[in-house]
């Protein structure tokens, strides 16, 4: 029988990198990538002419997309602003909305931000060694809180849940956090629809 790589256990995840010794690269988002998640368009646009560096990157083990299975991975958000807004994930809602999903804070400090469709939010500080638990119904945004490190968070959620990105790209999180002289702060969206 051949084994696939998520099933020759253990998969070693490296403690500085969080990453997995068989994973592989499944996303990554760049300023150029995320048009209009940001409250402040005109200096993510201005950040896309200059730079355009990776906010963030997933990797993954490339499990099967069944109800059996159960996807996992690394979920990585480098440091930084566009604004007062930290960088973030643009963030989804699964595809089969009522599926849950685990995060565990390997490295870094930050927050998942979270919402369902009947307008309950959720937020969660992230530190090191903390899991959230993410509900099912609940979309989901991992925001990087630190100035100087990388925030590197372990997923695992039903592997056929699939992800809605389309409904945060249309209307936005209620909320946003937004960085007021050092401290997070969470304040209404006003581009939310
Ligand atoms: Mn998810």
């Known amino acids: 029988m051949k084994y696939q790589s998520y099933i020759e256990t253990p998969i070693k995840f490296d403690k500085k990198t969080g990453l997995g010794n068989c994973q592989t690269l499944a996303l990554e988002r760049r300023y150029s990538d995320m048009k209009s998640m940001y409250l402040d368009e005109e200096t993510r646009k201005k950040k896309e002419e200059q730079e355009n560096i990776v906010v963030y990157r997933f990797y993954d083990l490339g499990v099967p997309q069944k109800d059996s299975e159960l996807s996992f991975g690394t979920s990585i ?21 009522n599926t849950a999903e685990i995060y565990y804070c390997q490295a870094g400090y930050g927050m998942m931000m979270m919402e369902n469709p009947e307008g309950e939010v959720l937020y969660k500080e992230m530190r090191p060694g903390e899991v959230i638990y993410v509900p099912g119904r609940f979309a989901h945004r991992s925001i990087n809180l630190s100035s100087t490190e990388t925030l590197i968070t372990f997923f695992t959620f039903r592997s056929d849940a699939g992800h809605d990105y389309g409904t945060i790209r249309e209307k936005g999180f209620r909320k946003i956090v937004v960085d007021n002289n050092g401290n997070w702060e969470i304040k209404d969206n006003p581009r939310w629809k």
């Not at 958000?77 to 909305?97: A, C, D, Q, R, S």
């Open 77 to 97: 958000v480098y440091p930084g602003k566009v604004g007062k807004e930290y960088h973030m994930t643009n963030g989804h809602f699964h595809t089969i909305l």
